[in-house]
């Protein structure tokens, strides 16, 4: 069974930083590409980051581009997220999602993904 966990969220000022991680478990994680969404209260669930299976390759939506960080350890089975200049809109529960593939690319739309995590809450305060 495959189970996504993500930790690492929680209250924090403007200008901070958080480290979000998800914890793969049930995959063979290296033949998954990882990304991670968010979604704010009353919007959709929107891309923030995205890696191929290796990791070589990233892609990050504009708000976020600078500021995020996605990373992954394929021996330890987990993805991050290392978010500095946090601002009070990036206030949001954050998903990791897995997409088995076969290429070494960087999905964007959620479509793309066939594992979620059930998220955590990252809030920043003005």
């Known amino acids: 069974q495959v189970q996504l966990v993500e930790s690492g969220g929680g209250l924090v000022q403007a200008g901070g930083s958080l480290r979000l991680s998800c914890a793969a478990s049930?995959?063979?994680?290296?033949?998954?590409?990882m990304g991670w969404f968010r979604q704010a209260p009353g919007k959709e669930r929107e891309f923030v980051a995205g890696m191929n299976r290796s990791g070589g390759s990233t892609y990050y939506a504009d708000s976020v581009k600078g500021r995020f960080t996605i990373s992954r350890d394929n021996a330890k089975n987990t993805l991050y997220l290392q978010m500095n200049s946090l601002k009070p809109e990036d206030t949001a529960v954050y998903y990791c999602?897995?997409?088995?593939?076969?290429?070494?690319?960087?999905?964007?739309?959620?479509?793309?993904?066939?594992?979620w995590g059930q998220g955590t809450q990252v809030t920043v305060s003005s």
């Open positions: 049930g995959l063979t994680f290296s033949s998954y590409a």
């Open positions: 999602a897995a997409a088995v593939t076969r290429q070494s690319v960087v999905f964007t739309s959620q479509r793309s993904y066939d594992y």
